[in-house]
């Protein structure tokens, strides 16, 4: 945690050109040293926090690779419940998905239409006919209202849904809250394996620095699991 206020902090002094000719590409506008009120909204800074850009350069200085018992939840415990609203509309809770006796991988993300999110969801969208085999369901989880979600899984084309967590609450259940003041609370990307007696079996919690490679390293973990 203490690594990620440091890379918002760089990422936040890049954005008004304190430390621009080092994180972001030069520009002519780059180049004056006068420096402009900071004025960026909630979905700006999501965007721009959470670009490949400032995560892999954020990362490359300042991140270690962290564990699945780096959560506060216990692997082989059971999963927080909750009661969200989905991008189809209805309610889900932790039940209704455990109910088919499937193995659900539960994954947060700060925000749709961001740039890693959207990778992120592509990457579980191609990889869900290996999920499907594996008798596994992909749920996402963030902040964003049900309409954006809506948007994105329609835009994406995925078979998947997404809960819309808007207050942070079911995020912070599981660890994966970030509270930053001034933009309110956002869903760290994190990844949750519950198995169908909703247990928690294992926990990313190191995903921002891997996105692509993600969903492959899920698929594999779920084998391995299953195979126990």
């Not at 490359?60 to 415990?77: E, K, N, R, V």
């Amino acid at each position: 945690m203490r690594s990620f206020w440091c890379f918002l902090l760089l990422h936040l002094l890049s954005s008004i050109g304190r430390i621009s000719a080092y994180l972001l590409p030069s520009s002519p506008s780059s180049s004056s040293s006068s420096l402009e009120p900071l004025n960026i909204s909630r979905r700006s800074f999501v965007k721009q926090a959470f670009s490949p850009l400032a995560t892999s350069t954020a990362f490359a200085f300042l991140f270690a690779p962290q564990h699945a018992h780096a959560s506060p939840l216990t692997l082989g415990a059971p999963a927080p419940d909750f009661s969200l609203i989905n991008s189809r509309g209805e309610f889900i809770t932790l039940d209704a998905l455990t109910s088919s006796k499937k193995w659900t991988v539960l994954y947060f993300f700060p925000g749709a239409f961001t740039s890693g999110c959207t990778l992120e969801a592509r990457k579980f969208q191609q990889d869900l006919p290996q999920y499907r085999e594996l008798n596994a369901q992909i749920v996402g989880v963030s902040v964003d209202a049900v309409e954006k979600n809506s948007e994105f899984c329609k835009k994406e084309g995925l078979d998947f849904f997404m809960l819309t967590d808007e207050r942070g609450e079911v995020s912070k259940k599981f660890g994966s809250a970030l509270s930053i003041p001034g933009f309110g609370t956002f869903s760290n990307r994190q990844t949750y394996i519950i198995d169908p007696s909703k247990n928690v079996r294992w926990i990313f919690v190191d995903v921002e620095s891997h996105i692509p490679r993600h969903s492959t390293e899920v698929l594999e973990k779920l084998k391995e699991l299953q195979r126990v």
